[in-house]
């Protein structure tokens, strides 16, 4: 197969997206104030949904991550609620594409966690999750979910593992252990049964998860791929990674053929990592550079030259990384066709940018909204482990987004495990490794300590009152008889 080299000087096309621009919000509608994390680890460090915004947050003593209503633009509160249970710090955050107040988190504790926001965002801090999953010998830096089913997630960790979590008895079916190095992404095709996945061994492998199986794998010295994403149902990979001359490059693959690439284009002699953001709507493949402020954007076809360089969104600021709304989130009164959220971390600021189509016609646009995977799913965890396939179930955005029918997470019912030694549980009571655990852990009595003397006091005063009463009717009842 031989390697097309594109020349980065654009030849005209005719494309209905030749022309899509960048729109930065107002500063009253970005999100400001928001202590996000300081950590190195290569990741987004923010989810986003139609309902919430989370962001990875700098914490002592474990981690944790804030979480606010899309609709809470401003300045945020420094004492808005967090979700702290974790340990260690959290390296990543993934919501549930089907249920949108469950979020997964990962960490450098070792664990995966399961947390259910409620409807109307987080009034205290949260510390309980709904599952706490255990699998992982090292700390686990990706977490993503089933693209078709509700109750599948998969985690990947420094232990060189990806474990597959049937969320509905809230243990691992499956440990894929091909790799020799740490998992730096994943990436399924449409219906879920195909995962892609980049390695620290510089090794793309392709397999069928359920089995664990690799198709196919490229280990090609010219491109060391760094993230891998599908290009929806195209049979199509696209890989940002650096060149021997250690330019930032992006590669198109055949999924049947990863022997060479089918195009690689040089972007920048840069040294921070290209994030790849695929629109199967649009076919439009959006890539943002760690630690600059661009966006550049590209058409993907089934025909020469297969990867078309569109326009550029610039600013200044550096991002850290970006979070992506779901299609059925966007203005399409507006012609929104993608919607990032940017973290600017020096300013403590989230940025949203739009992509935007421009039209002069205020009418629906067809051409550019076709139907997109919805918020049903198309399997239940079960069906998908017995071997099922299904293309996720279509929506259209024309009428707006609402949901036909609410759907509940339920969590496994699990029995609580106990080790008592001289009448002490020592899995509830474990020693704190670090003074920070140890701080932690004080503060954490104290503020328990003071919620029992607040209850005990007002139920004083209501033994009191109920003393009040019954003498009030024992007084009354000689003068009734």
């Known amino acids: 197969m031989t390697v097309t080299k594109m020349s980065w000087r654009p030849t005209y096309r005719s494309s209905k997206f030749r022309n899509v621009y960048g729109k930065v919000a107002n500063r009253e ?37 804030i979480v606010v209503p899309v609709s809470q633009y401003g300045r945020i509160d420094p004492r808005h609620p967090k979700v702290c249970g974790h ?32 409807q109307e965002g987080l009034r205290r801090n949260m510390t309980e999750a709904v599952l706490e999953l255990y699998g992982h010998s090292r700390r686990v830096g990706l977490v993503e979910w089933h693209p078709t089913s509700s109750g599948i997630l998969f985690s990947a960790g420094y232990d060189y593992k990806v474990l597959i979590w049937n969320l509905e008895v809230g243990e691992a079916v499956k440990m ?43 280990n090609c010295k010219n491109h060391r791929v760094n993230r891998v994403v599908f290009v929806g149902n195209m049979k199509r990979l696209v890989t940002t990674g650096v060149s021997r001359w250690n330019t930032r490059q992006i590669a198109l693959w055949d999924q049947e053929d990863l022997s060479m690439p089918m ?41 020469k030259p297969y990867l078309q360089y569109l326009m550029e969104y610039r600013s200044p600021a550096p991002q850290k990384g970006l979070g992506v709304m779901p299609k059925h989130g966007l203005d399409v009164a507006a012609c929104e066709v993608f919607r990032f959220y940017k973290l600017v971390t020096l300013k ?94 004080f503060f954490r009595q104290q503020e328990e300590l003071r919620r029992l003397k607040e209850e005990l006091a007002t139920k004083d005063v209501r033994i009191r009152q109920l003393e009040l009463e019954l003498n009030n009717l024992k007084n009354v009842s000689p003068n009734n008889v």
């Open 263 to 303: 195009v690689e284009e040089e972007i920048d002699g840069l040294s921070g990592l290209l994030f790849p953001f695929y629109d199967a709507d649009t076919h439009m493949l959006y890539v943002a550079g760690k630690g600059d402020g661009n966006i550049r954007y590209f058409e993907i076809t089934t025909e």
């Open 348 to 441: 403590g600021l989230i940025e949203p940018i739009s992509m935007i189509v421009p039209r002069r016609s205020d009418t629906y646009q067809e051409d550019i909204y076709p139907m997109t995977p919805g918020i049903q799913p198309a399997l239940t965890a079960s069906e998908w482990i017995s071997g099922i396939n299904r293309d996720p179930v279509l929506m259209s955005l024309k009428e707006g987004y609402q949901r036909s029918d609410q759907l509940v997470f339920i969590a496994p019912a699990k029995e609580k495990k106990s080790v008592v030694v001289n009448g002490i549980d020592l899995l509830e009571n474990v020693p704190p490794r670090t003074e920070n655990e140890l701080l932690r852990m």
């Open 176 to 218: 894929i252990d091909c790799h020799t190095d740490v998992i730096l992404s994943m990436s399924f095709n449409t219906d879920g049964s195909l995962m892609a996945t980049s390695c620290k061994d510089k090794i793309l492998r392709l397999m069928e998860p359920r089995s664990g199986r690799v198709l196919q794998q490229a």
């Open 29 to 65: 509608h970005c999100f400001d104030g928001i202590p996000i994390t300081k950590n190195v680890h290569d990741n987004h460090f923010c989810a986003v949904n139609s309902k919430f915004l989370a962001i990875v947050t700098e914490s002592s003593g474990g981690g944790s991550f």
């Open 87 to 118: 340990q260690g710090n959290v390296l990543d955050i993934k919501w549930n594409p089907f249920f949108e107040n469950i979020i997964a988190s990962c960490s450098e504790d070792t664990s995966v966690r399961i947390w259910e926001i409620p």
